[in-house]
């Protein structure tokens, strides 16, 4: 996957490398061989429901019914652009699953997210970067987000409330169970069977290798805590 990864490495000043089409032609295939996709995508009618029910449009340039038609006239090169730009505008909410045609754009886009991190595409590496820190919060504690983390300079894309909840820590701490609140290390009390199971379910999904292609220090830190606390349950990692 090294070599992979390397294909899409780019001084492009807008960010979005320019590949060879037949690696954009594999990256739609890979898409299309997902057995999610038959259900995911039936053809648009270009009505325009799911563009009106999505709140991503209301404050992006963001379109679902721009991915469906991509991918349903099969246009490789647009859908790889959109793996580079658009798919990460999504707020995966899946009001576009109101379609009177049966389509599915929020999960075409997951299917799209998940070619794009295991293809380690940029614009995957840039758009979890700030999730980093939670990853390794759930697989540490088994809990996901404290206040603490929430900083404007890791979330910039969760808008002013994360600088509000970041200036006023001390009056969130009164107003709201300790246990919840302290700092990235700690939280409510997960079960250790819980968090065994949950490794077990990231290893066998291929989550953690995904993980690697986005991040690989966070990666060998998760492998590391996962290999200690599975083989002390007689699991082999």
């Given at each position: 996957?090294?070599?992979?990864?390397?294909?899409?490495?780019?001084?492009?000043?807008?960010?979005?490398?320019?590949?060879?089409?037949?690696?954009?032609?594999?990256?739609?295939?890979?898409?299309?061989?997902?057995?999610?996709?038959?259900?995911?995508?039936?053809?648009?009618?270009?009505?325009?429901?799911?563009?009106?029910?999505?709140?991503?449009?209301?404050?992006?340039?963001?379109?679902?019914?721009?991915?469906?038609?991509?991918?349903?006239?099969?246009?490789?090169?647009?859908?790889?652009?959109?793996?580079?730009?658009?798919?990460?505008?999504?707020?995966?909410?899946?009001?576009?699953?109101r379609c009177p045609?049966?389509?599915?754009?929020?999960?075409?886009?997951?299917?799209?997210?998940?070619?794009?991190i295991n293809n380690?595409?940029?614009?995957?590496?840039?758009?979890?970067?700030?999730?980093?820190?939670?990853?390794?919060?759930?697989?540490?504690?088994?809990?996901?987000?404290?206040?603490?983390?929430?900083?404007?300079?890791?979330?910039?894309?969760?808008?002013?409330?994360?600088?509000?909840?970041?200036?006023?820590?001390?009056?969130?701490?009164?107003?709201?169970?300790?246990?919840?609140?302290?700092?990235?290390?700690?939280?409510?009390?997960?079960?250790?069977?819980?968090?065994?199971?949950?490794?077990?379910?990231?290893?066998?999904?291929?989550?953690?290798?995904?993980?690697?292609?986005?991040?690989?220090?966070?990666?060998?830190?998760?492998?590391?805590?996962?290999?200690?606390?599975?083989?002390?349950?007689?699991?082999?990692?």
């Open positions: 996957m090294a070599e992979t990864s390397a294909l899409y490495k780019s001084d492009d000043v807008a960010g979005y490398p320019e590949v060879a089409h037949d690696v954009k032609a594999r990256l739609f295939d890979e898409v299309k061989a997902d057995l999610r996709f038959p259900d995911y995508l039936y053809g648009c009618y270009e009505c325009g429901i799911c563009v009106a029910a999505c709140p991503s449009a209301r404050f992006y340039d963001f379109s679902p019914r721009r991915i469906a038609q991509a991918i349903a006239r099969e246009d490789v090169a647009l859908v790889y652009q959109q793996m580079e730009e658009d798919i990460w505008e999504c707020s995966q909410c899946f009001s576009c699953v045609r049966g389509n599915n754009p929020g999960g075409l886009i997951t299917i799209m997210r998940e070619v794009a380690g595409l940029a614009s995957a590496r840039e758009a979890l970067e700030g999730y980093s820190r939670i990853i390794y919060k759930i697989m540490s504690t088994g809990t996901q987000v404290s206040p603490d983390m929430l900083q404007p300079d890791a979330f910039p894309d969760w808008g002013p409330e994360v600088k509000d909840v970041s200036d006023n820590l001390a009056l969130w701490r009164r107003a709201l169970p300790p246990e919840t609140l302290h700092t990235t290390s700690t939280g409510w009390d997960v079960a250790e069977r819980t968090l065994i199971e949950l490794y077990v379910i990231w290893l066998e999904s291929g989550v953690l290798e995904m993980i690697r292609e986005v991040d690989e220090g966070l990666h060998a830190i998760l492998e590391e805590i996962m290999q200690d606390r599975l083989e002390e349950e007689g699991i082999e990692p």
